[in-house]
């Protein structure tokens, strides 16, 4: 069973940059795919990026595409989510997630079931 530990949220002034990092513990991810989601206060979970862990194609949401980048180091068995010009409307907690398989074009439906605990990311304007 893969265990999500995720790491690197904090306090930033808008236009700053933060690295997250969701590190898997228990057994490698293996194949499959990683995504971010955020969660505001008051507001659903949302979909932020993800990547494939065999082609290492990305994906990003409208609002963070140009100023996010998720990479995957496959040594380390870690995946990061660079983030830059953030804004205060990206204060959220955070969760990497995960899935073995998946199908379709859309990674928000891809059925992940091995989840992180959250990292607070908090920009201040």
């Known amino acids: 069973q893969v265990q999500l530990v995720e790491s690197g949220g904090g306090l930033v002034q808008a236009g700053g940059s933060l690295r997250l990092s969701c590190a898997a513990s228990?057994?490698?991810?293996?194949?499959?795919?990683v995504a971010w989601f955020r969660q505001a206060p008051g507001k659903e979970r949302e979909f932020v990026a993800a990547?494939?862990?065999?082609?290492?194609?990305?994906y990003y949401s409208m609002s963070v595409s140009g100023r996010f980048t998720t990479t995957s180091d496959n040594r380390e068995n870690t995946v990061y989510l660079q983030m830059d010009m953030l804004r205060p409307e990206d204060t959220a907690v955070y969760y990497c997630?995960?899935?073995?398989?998946?199908?379709?074009?859309?990674?928000?439906?891809?059925?992940?079931?091995?989840w992180g605990q959250g990292t607070q990311v908090t920009v201040s304007s």
């Open positions: 997630a995960a899935t073995r398989v998946y199908s379709g074009s859309d990674p928000r439906g891809w059925g992940y079931d091995t």
């Open positions: 228990g057994r490698a991810f293996g194949s499959g795919a």
């Open positions: 990547i494939t862990r065999s082609g290492s194609t990305t």
